[in-house]
């Protein structure tokens, strides 16, 4: 039953990518094994992330096990067709609960995606992580694949509120060019400090996702404006000072030293801890 919704629910997402056009391009699709456990710690940049990660997972025969917000499974009919997908709700005040069951997963052979970041990036840069995934990659042996995404902001994110204090709409235009790309395996060993191999996977997510943004195909024309652009690469999405008080960060997630305005960076606002 569960991988007969997935099948349906992945029919769905392929018609809704042709329906926009998108350009779909992946890569490193060679370090996500066809079966057996591993990990995927994804950065955050669009609501469509999900889909295109799965879409991307497909290649290899692959239906990911997503970790994310609880509340989704709140709304009628689609919380039944998370959990029969075995997807895993999260929540912040609790995450114990996350925890084990994704742990249980890998144990199973799956293939679990984390959003380390525990959300979306008001500046397009790899906001604070948390430090679940590399300690499920600590304690189960499995190892972490970091993955970046990027086009899909284009589409549908955050960012700033317009006059009227509503939030940004989908953008329908046809054509858009998105790109998943799938880095080389992070190993974490039982040993390895948590706190310190997380600042390796920012580093490692930053020089993905920056590498993505660099492609003459995802940069802004001449004097456009491009608010789903990072602002130290030209564009004129918030600041990492701005983002700081957009951004719901959890109080436990480890403060970057990778990226822009490290030092600069002021704390975010207290969240429930995460994990």
Known sequence: MGETTYRVVNALGRGAIRALGMRVHWSGLEHLPEEGPVLLAATHVSFLDFLLLEHAALEQGRFLRFLTRHDVWDVPLVGAAMTAMRHVPVDRAAPAGAYLEARRLLVEGEAVCVFPEAGLSHSYTVRPLMRGAVALARETGVPVLPVALWGPQRIWSVGRTD?????????????????????????????????????????????????????????????????????????????????????????????????????????????????
């Not at 600042?199 to 608010?227: D, I, K, N, Y």
Request: charged share 20%.
């Open 163 to 275: 006059a009227r204090g509503r939030k940004p709409r989908p953008d329908l235009t046809r054509g858009r060019r998105v790109d998943v790309s799938i880095g080389a395996p992070l190993h974490v060993a039982p040993d390895d400090d948590p706190v310190a191999t997380t600042h390796v996977l920012g580093s490692r997510l930053t020089a993905m996702l920056e590498g993505l943004q660099s492609l003459p195909e995802h940069r802004p024309a001449a004097g456009e404006h491009a608010p789903w652009y990072p602002a130290h690469l030209g564009g004129h999405a918030p600041t990492r000072g701005e983002a700081a008080s957009l951004d719901l960060v959890p109080r436990a997630a480890v403060r970057p030293t990778w990226g822009p305005d490290c030092d600069g960076l002021a704390a975010s606002p207290a969240t429930p801890a995460g994990w």
